[in-house]
């Protein structure tokens, strides 16, 4: 078990495993008909993810705008409280563009329900959703990812992007934090 930090760190998704779930993302976008495609990266969490992501989409011949949205959904600990706000916009119009939301973590659904809805609102023509991990049975809000890495057991998990406490996010691999 790797030792990070003075912390055990417990690995889910290894590399390769994340690699090899990205490629086949990958070929499932693009099977899924997008058109005129711009993606949009929900920071901070997403944005390791992204990168690959963005990377095995040119490998599978798709080549979408790129555009970053910063959302804060103030947490608790490691609860969610349900407040979403814009830390920072896209820079792009939507406007009957179709639009592929890329997040870290589908929990409880509210981050990604935010911004389906405001770039529907805009006028986005179709709206999907890809994460690398899904969390089920955690929903508080309708909404069904559209391309999902991994169904992720109901832990708290850190790396790849994704922080506790600012803490972790530089790992290459998906971890939990062990206690003691
Ligand atoms: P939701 O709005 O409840 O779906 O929460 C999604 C957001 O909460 C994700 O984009 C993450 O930033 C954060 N989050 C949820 N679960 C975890 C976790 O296990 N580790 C790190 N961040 C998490
Ligand atoms: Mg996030």
Known sequence: MPRIR?????VLYDVPA?????????????????VDLVVVSILKGSFIFAADL???LHGVGLAP??????????RSGTESSGEVTVLRDIDTDVAG??????DDILESGRTLAFARDMMLSRGAHRVGVAVLLE??????????ADHIGFSCPDLFVVG????????????????????G
């Open 6 to 10: 003075g912390r055990d760190l417990r």
């Open 65 to 74: 705008e790129v555009e970053f949205l910063t959302l804060s959904s103030y």
């Open 97 to 102: 563009r179709d639009v592929l939301l890329i």
């Open 160 to 179: 790849y992007g994704m922080d506790v406490a600012h803490a972790f996010r530089e790992l290459p691999f998906v971890g939990v934090v062990e206690d």
């Open 135 to 144: 969390k089920p049975g955690k929903l508080a809000q309708p909404l069904q």
């Open 54 to 56: 963005i990377r095995a």
């Open 18 to 34: 994340i690699a090899a779930r990205n490629a086949e993302l990958a070929r499932e976008i693009a099977t899924a008909g997008y």
